[in-house]
């Protein structure tokens, strides 16, 4: 057990390395957005759901075809992939990289492949559970998919991936600063609360 430990640490420890070197060019850019994203000063929140909400009120008053927005989303890509290693050293300055810079930048990178490992990991275990249990797996999956078809239609779709988006570029702030598990807690004690009174309606 011990030595497959060591060989799944060592084997984090290792994608974490190539991912640092893929994404060096782009690391004072991840930096910062990592302290937009965790909210590092107090209008950093604000600034990002203006900028989210501009976004997306822009692409409702231009209401581009999917053709369009594909293919405009896929040039900006394009650009940043051109340019920010170009100038990032410049508008940073890459000689004023620091160790702590660094150790944040190897703990960002090293979070990304854990994410990435967890999704492998979810998707094999659906996969497994189509082989073994396969009514369990379509009862499963039919159920999610009505319920996700059934909230787009009740939903304007563009307005839908704005709450999508939203919460996703605000959800580590809200894990940074304890929102997340603060409201759980709160939410778990009061579920808690009622199933006590209702065992002793029972009884």
């Excluded at 293919?71 to 051109?82: E, F, H, I, K, P």
């Excluded at 082989?131 to 009862?139: L, N, R, T, V």
Aim: aromatic residues 10%; proline residues 3%.
């Amino acid at each position: 057990m011990a030595e497959g430990d060591n060989k799944s640490v060592n084997l984090i420890a290792q994608e974490t390395a190539q991912l640092e070197e893929q994404l060096q060019c782009w690391r004072e850019v991840i930096l910062a957005g990592d302290q937009v994203l965790r909210w590092e000063k107090a209008w950093f929140p604000g600034a990002l759901m203006g900028a989210t909400t501009v976004l997306f009120l822009l692409i409702y008053y231009l209401d581009p075809s999917v053709l369009t927005g594909l293919s405009c989303t896929v040039m900006l890509l394009c650009l940043a992939d051109y340019l920010v290693p170009t100038l990032a050293p410049r508008v940073f300055g890459s000689n004023k990289w620091t160790t702590e810079q660094q150790q944040r930048f190897h703990e960002i990178c090293g979070n990304l492949v854990k994410t990435e490992r967890r999704v492998v990991g979810w998707w094999k275990r659906l996969c497994t559970l189509k082989e073994e249990k396969p009514k369990m797996y379509f009862a499963s999956v039919i159920s999610s998919l009505l319920a996700v078809a059934w909230i787009g239609q009740q939903v304007h779709n563009l307005f839908l991936t704005y709450l999508i988006v939203s919460f996703l570029l605000m959800l580590p702030g809200l894990n940074q600063h304890g929102i997340i598990t603060k409201y759980a807690g709160m939410a778990k004690r009061e579920i808690n609360k009622l199933l006590k009174q209702k065992e002793k309606k029972n009884e």
